[in-house]
């Protein structure tokens, strides 16, 4: 028998595992940074209401930088910029960290928005019930702004899940790159892509129809 | 302060050409945008007007465009189709890629543009003797236009950034020519600083002619 020496080979069930421990990652950083973006973006939010024009002077522009510059450049140039400090990240932490500024940076603006929709007349009618600052931001401000922007938040989070693909140009193999790698070897791109695809899509084409109907429904 | 000593010369004797290669960017956004907005009304046309199969494609591509990451639609275009023997360049890859984004994110803005405009408008401009063509273009684009002013605007800021993307395909853009200059001298944090740089800039400067063609647009 003759050995042939292929430098491709098919597809194969155990691929299909390697996608699946990809698409793990993607989701683990997705929702590692978007909750504690979340976190510190409502943070900011509450900054950018509060802080009138000294915020506007400080943290708004900051944040403005991070919605202004292409994602793939501010991983890139983090990436770089760590060890310079004396940092040693691996791609992941780098991600996150930058995953965490960028849905921070979005999620101010929809807090923000959210606090100003709650509005004066109410704010000031829970505090002369005798609600302290913090019991007002807790049980009048947070329910009712909340429910405004959580549309507008579901769409911010599932952005930086679409956009986590981007991690991949530090070398974390996630989803994108897992399947990039796989395309190299089998040459199926079609095959492979569109199984990447078909899992981006299944997990943000439900939740942001949820988000529609609620919007609608909390439009009534 | 760091352990790094930074050269910004390299950088500085690269600068006419990545300002260059900046017009490129701009190129390439500007025509998705051109594209993105024509094919983006048809979208929305057909899904607010059309039953059957024609309804469904749009509505297939729309999805698509919302809910799968923009580096993923870059790569089908670039290698996906490779299956089929279609084998675009870098050029053609970035400016598909973005026109598919963009024409699915503005559809979706364009349909809330047109539902928000009453049906008694386009029946009192056809029942003063308009025909459908002039009723549209007379009456019910110019208000949806207001109403869509702004999110496109906006679409026009994420196609520059969205633009970056092609320094994974091969698309010696701003950020694909960065990459070419910092891997040939290693000065990767310095070039792509003045990267971010160039790009805030661009995004300022749309906002900027934005708000200025606003002002002059919608005076009354």
Redesign the interface.
């Known amino acids: 028998m003759e050995p042939t020496i292929s430098f491709f080979s098919g597809f194969t069930p155990n691929d299909l595992l390697f996608l699946g421990e990809a698409a793990l990652r993607t989701l683990w950083i997705s929702v590692l940074s978007i909750s504690i973006g979340t976190v510190l973006g409502v943070f900011f939010g509450w900054i950018l209401f509060e802080g009138k024009w000294a915020a506007a002077l400080t943290v708004a522009p900051v944040l403005d930088?991070f919605r202004?510059?292409?994602?793939?450049?501010?991983l890139?140039?983090f990436y770089?910029?760590a060890?310079?400090?004396?940092l040693n990240l691996d791609p992941f932490a780098s991600g996150v960290v930058i995953l965490t500024i960028y849905t921070a940076a979005l999620v101010a603006n929809v807090a923000r928005g959210g606090i100003e929709a709650v509005g004066t007349p109410m704010r000031r009618a829970a505090r002369s019930l005798g609600m302290s600052y913090w019991q007002d931001l807790r049980h009048v401000v947070l329910p009712i702004g909340g429910r405004a922007v959580f549309p507008a938040w579901v769409g911010v989070a599932?952005g930086v899940m679409?956009?986590s693909?981007?991690v991949?140009?530090l070398g974390y193999v996630e989803l994108?790159k897992a399947?990039?790698i796989l395309?190299t070897r089998t040459q199926?791109?079609?095959l492979i892509?569109?199984i990447?695809?078909a899992f981006?899509?299944a997990l943000?084409?439900p939740i942001?129809r949820y988000a529609a109907s609620l919007e609608k429904r909390w439009a009534q | 302060m760091f352990d790094y000593n930074f050269h910004w010369r390299p950088v500085m004797k690269n600068l006419p050409d990545l300002l260059e290669a900046a017009l490129l960017t701009l190129q390439v956004a500007v025509l998705a945008m051109i594209l993105g907005i024509v094919i983006g009304l048809g979208l929305a046309l057909i899904r607010l007007h059309m039953r059957g199969p024609l309804r469904w494609l749009a509505s297939c591509w729309v999805e698509l465009a919302r809910n799968t990451p923009a580096l993923f639609q870059l790569f089908f275009f670039g290698f996906g189709l490779g299956a089929f023997g279609l084998h675009l360049s870098p050029y053609m890859i970035v400016l598909t890629g973005l026109t598919f984004n963009c024409a699915g994110y503005l559809a979706e803005n364009f349909r809330g543009g047109f539902q928000a405009v009453p049906d008694t408008q386009l029946r009192a401009s056809r029942s003063l003797g308009m025909t459908a063509w002039q009723a549209y273009t007379r009456i019910v684009i110019p208000q949806v236009l207001r109403i869509v002013y702004h999110p496109i605007t906006n679409q026009m800021v994420w196609a520059v950034l969205m633009s970056s993307l092609g320094m994974l395909v091969g698309f010696r853009e701003l950020s694909g020519e960065t990459q070419f200059f910092a891997s040939r001298t290693f000065r990767i944090f310095e070039y792509f600083a003045v990267t971010a740089v160039i790009y805030y800039v661009i995004v300022k400067i749309i906002l900027l002619g934005s708000r200025l063609l606003a002002s002059r647009l919608f005076r009354y």
């Open positions: 930088i202004s510059v292409p994602l793939i450049i501010q890139v140039l770089n910029f060890p310079i400090v004396g599932l679409k956009d693909a981007l991949s140009v994108l399947s990039q395309i199926e791109p079609f892509l569109s990447a695809g981006y899509f943000s084409y942001s």
